[in-house]
C-alpha cells in the first residue's frame, strides 16, 4: 500500500496555501528600502525640468551650496567630468544622468543635492538657479516626422532627425495577395493611450561604499538585481565582485522598476564621493512623471476577410512614441517588443507588421507595464480589430472567433509572425465564458432595453500571450542570454533554503517555490525558505518581469529539485541496502519495489548525505539549477463584459465581468486568482478612468493622483473568474505557464468592445482609452470617432 504524503496537505502543487510574505506585511513588518536607515546616511534629492525641450544656458549652484546641512550639489557638467552624465539604456541607446547640453522632458533630471535630511536638500535642490532657453516640443510620432522638426536627440552623432527604428516582420508579398482576394476588408486606427504603472512605493536606492573595503552595496528598487549589478559594473566602472545589489521588499513592481534610473547613478556616485550611505526615495510625482511610461502607439490595421468569416491577412502599421531615450527593457533582436504576437491565437495564413518608433519631448516610454513586452498593445489591437471586422461582416463576435480560433489539434502551432505556440484550447475558453455570461440571454435583453432607450453592451476580448522569455537562442537583453536558475540547499534535519534568480514584487514567490519544492520532494512547504534579491546570495538570473518567473525560474525550481532527488535516490540505496534500479519513488519516501514497506524518508536522505553517506559519495544535499527554456509558454484567456451606457451623460457601468483564464497547472490557485483579479483591476482603470497625456508644449497633463486615478474597492466591478479550462504547457516540468498579467493584457478590449457595442447603430467605430464619459457622450452625440492623442489643450 502506498504511504505517499496527501500533496495538498503538505501545500504542494494545487494547494492554495496562505501567502507566507503577508505575515509581515500585514504586521507592518516589511522591510522596504525607505525602512532602512544605515549609520550616517544623507538623502538625496532631484532637481526636475519644468520644460519639455530646452537648452540650458547656466546652472548656478551657489546658492544651494551655502545653505547649511548641504553635502553636495551634483550637475550634468559635473558627471561629464566623471563620464557619468549620459549612461547606456536596455535598447542600445544613452540616457542623460543630469542634463548638460539640453532638457528633452518635463521633469527631466538636472541637478542633484545630497543633504542631512530630505527637506534640507529639497529646499537647496530649489535654490539652485538654471537659465533655460525654450524650444518648440514634440509630443506625437507625426510632428517628430515632420519636415522640420526639431532634432530631440542632437547630441548623438548620425542622428539626424527623431527615427529610432524602422522594423518589420511577416510576409508582405503573401499578405498582398491576400487583400487582393478579400471579399471585405476591415480596417482600425486608434491610438492606445499612456498608461503608468504607478506603484505604490515608489523607486529608490541607499548607495552604501565602502573605502575600507571597496565594496558597495546598493539596496534598492528592482526587479532585476543582476542586470542592475551588470549596469552598474559598466556605468561606474566598478569590478563587479565589489558590488552588491540588494532588492528588498517591493511595494509593486509592474514594469516600473526594471529600467535604470538617474536617481540610482546619482546615489552611488554620491555615496562613492562622500564615502558616506546615501538614500534617495522618489516622490509620487517624480515617478508619476519621469519613469517608465507604457504603451503610447499608433496602431493602424486592416484585415482581409472572405464572406463566410474567414480571415485571410492581416496588415498593421505601428507608430511608437519612446519619448526622449529608448530606455526600453526588451529582448535586443525585437525593437517593439513582442508586438508581433498578435492575432497568434487566430489562424491567420498571412501577416505583415511594420513598425517605426520615434523619439519626442515626453519622459521614456514603451517600457512594458504588466505585459510582456507590448503584448498588451497587441493583444488590444487585435481584439479591437476582431470586433470591428465582425460588425464589418455582420457576424456575431463570438462566432467570428469561434471560426477563427487555432484548433485544439493544431498545436504546435507556427503563427505567421513566426512564434510557436505550445498548446491551448481557445475554443473551450471562450464556450465557458458564453455560458457563465449567460449570452443568449443578454442578446435578448440588450434588443428589449434597446426598445426603451436604454443601451446595454457585452465586450468580449481573448488574449494569448508570449510568457517566459525566452529560449537562449532568441532572447538577450544587451547580449546576456535569458534564462534562470535556482539553488536549494537540504539542511541535515530536511528543512531547506531556496534562492532563485527571480525578484518578487508582491506575486508570492516565498509561497509558491516551496509549493514546487513540496511537489517534488515531498518536503512540507512550511520547511522551505525562499529567498530572492541580494545578488550574493542568489544564483544569477534575469529578474521577474513579463510572467517569466514561472516559466523560467519556477521551471528551475523543479529542475533543482530534481537534482537533490537523485541524489536522495543513491542515498536511500545505500540507506536500504539495495541497489539503486530496485528503489521507488512517490511523494516524501523512496521504497524497496518488491517490498514496498521498507523505505525511507526525504528527511532520512537528507540527514544521511551529512552522517550515513556511501563511501565515494560527496556529502550533502545541495545543488543549482540553470534553466534555458526550449519555448515559451502560451497562457489564454477569455474576458467578457456586459455595461449599460447612459446616452445622456456618457457614463457607463459595468454589470457582470467573467473571466476564464487557463494558464496550464495552477500552482497556486488562490494566488493565481488575486493575479487575475489584480490584473482586471488595472485593465478597468485603463479603460476607464486613468488619464495622463501631454498638451501643446509638452506639459504633462494629468500628472497628478487627482487626475491619474488608481482604482479603489469603490470604483471596481466584481469579477467572476473560471478555473476550469488547463492545458498544460507541454514543455514546462510541471506544465504551468505565466498568469501575472494575462488580465492586465486582455482586460482593456473587452471595456471598450462592449461600450462600443452598446452604441452599435451609431457608426462610432475607435473611442480612445480612458472611455471618459465626455469622449462617451461626444461619440454618442456627434456620431464620429474620440481621438485622446496628444497634444491637448491644457484646460481639458
Ligand atoms: N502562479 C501559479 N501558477 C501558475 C502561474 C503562476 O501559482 N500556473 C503564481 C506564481 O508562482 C507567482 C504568481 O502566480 O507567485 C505570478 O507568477 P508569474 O505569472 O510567473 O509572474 P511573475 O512571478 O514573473 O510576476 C511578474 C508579473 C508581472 S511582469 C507584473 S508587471 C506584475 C505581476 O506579475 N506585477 C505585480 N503581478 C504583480 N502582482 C503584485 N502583487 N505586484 C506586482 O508588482
Ligand atoms: Cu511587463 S511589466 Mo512586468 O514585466 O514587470
Known sequence: MSQALDEIKIGGLGASRKRVEDDRFIRGKGNYTDDITLPGMLHMEILRSPLAHARIKSVDTSKAWDIPGVHLVLTGEMMATRNLAWMPTLSYDTQAVLATDKVRFQGQEVACVVADDPYIAKDACEAIEVEYEPL????????????????????????????????????????????????????????????????????????????????LTVYMTTQAPHIIRAAVALVAELPEHMIRIVSPDIGGGFGNKVPVYPGYVCSILASILLERPVKWIEDKSGNLISTGFARDIYLDGEMALRKDGKILAVRMHADADHGAFFSDAQPSKFKIGLLHSTFACYDVPAAHLTARGTYSNKAPGGVAYRCSFRVTEAMFFQERMIAAAAADLGMDPAEFRRTNFVRDDQFPHRTPFGFLLDSGQYAKCLEVGL????????????????????????????????LGAGNSREYDILGIKMFDSAELKIHMTGKAILR???????????????????????????????????????????????????????????????????????????????????????????????????????????????????????????NTAYYDPPNLTWPFAVYLVTVEVDPETGVWDVLNMVAVDDCGVRINPMIVEGQIMGGLTEAYAMANMQFITFDADGNCVGSNYMDYLLPTAWETPGFELHSE?????????????????????????????????????????????????????????YRHDVSGAPPVRSDD
Not at 449567460?438 to 508570449?466: C, H, N, V, W
Not at 505557464?737 to 462592449?754: Q, R, S, T, Y
Not at 457608426?763 to 457622450?777: A, F, S
Open 435 to 466: 455560458k457563465a455570461i449567460g449570452y443568449d440571454d443578454f442578446r435578448r435583453q440588450q434588443a428589449e432595453a434597446r426598445k426603451r432607450g436604454k443601451l446595454l453592451g457585452l465586450g468580449i476580448s481573448t488574449m494569448t500571450e508570449p
Open 136 to 215: 518648440p516640443a514634440i509630443v506625437n510620432p507625426a510632428q517628430a516626422t515632420a519636415d522640420g522638426a526639431p532634432v530631440i536627440r542632437d547630441d548623438k552623432v548620425n542622428q539626424p532627425d527623431n527615427v529610432i527604428y524602422d522594423w518589420e516582420v511577416g510576409d508582405k508579398a503573401g499578405t498582398d495577395l491576400a487583400f487582393e482576394q478579400a471579399d471585405v476588408i476591415s480596417r482600425l486606427k486608434l491610438h492606445y493611450p499612456r498608461s503608468h504603472p504607478s506603484p505604490i512605493e515608489c523607486c529608490g536606492s541607499i548607495a552604501d561604499f565602502n573605502r575600507a573595503t571597496s565594496k
Open 500 to 622: 532563485t534568480g527571480a525578484r518578487t514584487q508582491g506575486q508570492g514567490h516565498e509561497t509558491t517555490w516551496a509549493q514546487i519544492v513540496a511537489h517534488e520532494l515531498g518536503l512540507p512547504a512550511e520547511d522551505v525558505i525562499v529567498e530572492e534579491g541580494d545578488t550574493d546570495t542568489a544564483p544569477f538570473g534575469m529578474g521577474t518581469y513579463a510572467s517569466r518567473s514561472t516559466p523560467v525560474a519556477g521551471a528551475a525550481v523543479s529542475m533543482v529539485a530534481r537534482k537533490i532527488r537523485a541524489k536522495a535516490r543513491r542515498l536511500a540505496a545505500h540507506l536500504l541496502e539495495v541497489s539503486e534500479e530496485d528503489i521507488e519513488w512517490e511523494l516524501g519516501r523512496f521504497y524497496v519495489r518488491s517490498a514496498p514497506d521498507r523505505g525511507v524518508t526525504i528527511q532520512e536522505c537528507a540527514i544521511a548525505a551529512y552522517s550515513n553517506m556511501p563511501d565515494g559519495m560527496e556529502p550533502g544535499l545541495e
Open 725 to 781: 479550462v488547463v492545458t498544460p504547457s507541454p514543455h514546462h516540468p510541471i506544465g504551468a505557464k505565466g498568469i501575472g498579467e494575462c488580465a492586465a493584457v486582455g482586460g482593456p478590449a473587452a471595456f471598450v468592445n462592449a461600450v462600443l457595442d452598446a452604441i452599435a447603430g451609431t457608426g462610432v467605430r475607435n473611442i480612445d482609452m480612458p472611455l471618459l464619459p465626455d469622449r462617451v457622450w461626444e461619440a454618442i452625440t
